[in-house]
């Protein structure tokens, strides 16, 4: 089983549309979460972490099922330039961080 | 704008070459990772470094040389390279190894071995 598991997509929604995506990881001593968004052909940058009462930075929100062991992350009010891929990261030593393969999100006029 | 630059942004080299990536973060972090990224595959971590000292090797092979001179420079020396070692090479660093989640990421090095 890998460590951190996304659906790689992709989604293709319209302007305007909400979307959300999910992220399983397998180890349960894993302590901290973050999603990290990257462009095609660019590198990734960090979007948000995930708290564990879950967290709204705009039309974004995270949140942290911990008993279940997945993450979320839900987008309202879809922009053209939230076409990209969205890591999913898990962290369970604090050095080391693992990454998931990505969910691409495409956003159509 | 990112505060990490690397050098080459694209790289070609034989399986008999010798080359060095260079990876410099303007940031006044303390820690310093190197990744691959191949297609399809999800970012492996190679290499953490913390105030110049090797903390992570992630079981890579010997033919992959870090070299930690100080906290803002980062290399890569690459030498008999295989072919499956193409792939995206990414620098990244944070504040320090306690911070590893909040990473800057460079570019990349796109490094093709023919």
């Known amino acids: 089983r890998k460590e951190v598991e996304q659906d790689p997509g992709p989604f293709n929604v319209p302007e305007g549309a909400t979307v959300a995506f999910n992220c399983t990881y397998s180890?349960?001593?894993?302590?901290?979460f973050f999603w990290y968004r990257q462009d095609c052909r660019k590198e990734p940058k960090l979007l948000m972490s995930v708290y564990s009462s879950g967290n709204e930075d705009g039309r974004f929100t995270a949140q942290l099922n911990r008993a279940s062991q997945y993450i979320s992350l839900l987008i309202r009010d879809s922009k053209l330039s939230d076409s990209a891929t969205y890591l999913c990261?898990?962290?369970?030593?604090?050095?080391?961080?693992?990454f998931g393969t990505g969910t691409r999100l495409q956003v159509f006029p | 704008e990112t505060g990490v630059t690397q050098t080459p942004r694209h790289l070609v080299m034989g399986m008999t070459n010798k080359k060095s990536l260079k990876c410099e973060q303007h940031l006044g972090h303390n820690a310093m990772y190197w990744y691959k990224q191949s297609a399809k595959k999800p970012l492996e971590l190679m290499f953490v470094y913390s105030l110049e000292e090797r903390v992570e090797n992630n079981s890579v092979p010997s033919r992959f040389s870090p070299e930690c001179p100080n906290s803002s420079h980062l290399f890569l020396h690459l030498h008999t390279l295989q072919p499956e070692d193409s792939a995206l090479y990414l620098c990244?660093?944070?504040?320090?190894?306690?911070?590893?989640?909040?990473?800057?990421f460079g570019p990349g090095t796109r490094l093709t071995v023919l």
């Open positions: 180890n349960s001593a894993s302590q901290s």
């Open positions: 990261v898990v962290n369970h030593d604090t050095d080391k961080l693992i």
């Open positions: 990244a660093s944070s504040q320090d190894t306690l911070q590893a989640g909040e990473q800057f």
